[in-house]
């Protein structure tokens, strides 16, 4: 009587911590995944929010951070085999010294362009050239600023494709 009693109590708190042993980690488990299915949102939502911040720092077009009066050089998707598929726009700019004589030149295209001053056109008239910092072209994106402090009508073209002229009248 004696012996058995002694065993029945001794296994039952071994039984009973076992249980509870298992049961400690048992509620948590569910809380676990919730946390961590709160922090992947948390990580998903910031890498999107960097990514597209990335997105628009790299591959949004400045919208003239130069400042100048603009001028657009434009080709149709590296092609520019004549006037009809690449260009300045506008073509002819007239400008006032004193107004909006600082002209910026923003190449959209995708071939690298130039902004070179016609000189046996434009004959005493200060010369102009994106070649001075832009020896090789200016590439996408990539801006030439002017300022122009003569009166006078200034002839350009780009230097790899003569077909792309312009002018900027001064007065
Ligand atoms: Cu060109």
């Excluded at 296994?11 to 948590?28: D, G, L, R």
């Excluded at 946390?35 to 400045?62: C, D, E, F």
């Excluded at 009066?69 to 007239?94: E, H, K, M, Q, Y």
Aim: charged share 10%; hydrophobic share 30%.
């Amino acid at each position: 009587m004696l012996k058995t009693s002694f065993i029945a109590k001794r296994v039952e708190p071994a039984h009973f911590s076992a249980k509870t042993m298992e049961q400690t980690p048992k509620p948590s488990q569910p809380a676990k995944p919730k946390n961590r299915t709160m922090l992947y949102a948390i990580v998903v939502i910031i890498l999107v929010v960097v990514g597209v911040g990335v997105y628009y720092l790299t591959l949004k077009p400045p919208s003239n951070p130069n400042n100048g009066t603009p001028i657009t050089i434009w080709d149709t998707s590296g092609s520019c085999s004549t006037a009809s598929n690449c260009g300045f726009r506008p073509v002819n700019l007239i400008v006032k010294i004193g107004t909006n004589n600082t002209v910026t030149w923003t190449n959209t295209g995708t071939l690298p362009h130039t902004v070179t001053g016609n000189q046996t056109a434009n004959g005493s008239l200060p010369s102009f050239s994106s070649d001075t910092n832009s020896p090789s072209g200016l590439s996408t994106n990539n801006q030439f600023t002017f300022t122009f402090t003569q009166a006078g009508t200034y002839h350009y073209y780009c230097r790899f494709h003569p077909w792309m002229l312009g002018t900027v009248t001064v007065s």
